[in-house]
Every structure is written in structure tokens, then in C-alpha cells.
């Protein structure tokens, strides 16, 4: 079961990492790693899954303190 567990784990991370550069690319012109470093990222991807909010919409209001 762990494993199932790490593998959902892994694949909301990457989904996360995805539409968090996608947003900034979009109001930039630059990835997530040309603002933030990847502690960053990870304490971002952190705050999300402590909040009962979407994924895109976590990242729009992210990333709005960025730009």
C-alpha cells in the first residue's frame, strides 16, 4: 500500500512542478527556477497539500507574489 501511496505521491509532485513552471512562464516569460530555488518549490509544494484548495489555483495565487 505504501508503495501506491508514493507513486500518487510522486505523480501530484510532478503535476505540481509542471503547472507551477507553466504559470510562470506564462506571467514571465521564465520557469519556476529562474524565481525560486528548488527549497522553494518544495516548501511551496508543502504549503499545498496543507490547504484544501486546486492545485492551479494554489499556483495562480503562488506565484502572484512572485510577479
Known amino acids: ?3 501506491q501511496n508514493t507513486a ?3 505523480s ?3 503535476i505540481f ?3 507551477l513552471s507553466d504559470e510562470f512562464t506564462a506571467k ?3 520557469g519556476v527556477y ?3 530555488t528548488p527549497t522553494d ?3 511551496a509544494y508543502q504549503q499545498y497539500q496543507l490547504r484544501n484548495a486546486p492545485m492551479r489555483l494554489f499556483v495562480r495565487e503562488y506565484v502572484r507574489h512572485y510577479v
Do not use: K, L, N, R
Open 17 to 19: 512542478i509542471e503547472i
Open 41 to 43: 518549490v518544495d516548501q
Open 34 to 36: 529562474a524565481h525560486i
Open 28 to 30: 514571465t516569460g521564465f
Open 12 to 14: 501530484s509532485w510532478t
Open 1 to 3: 500500500m505504501a508503495t
Open 8 to 10: 500518487t505521491t510522486d
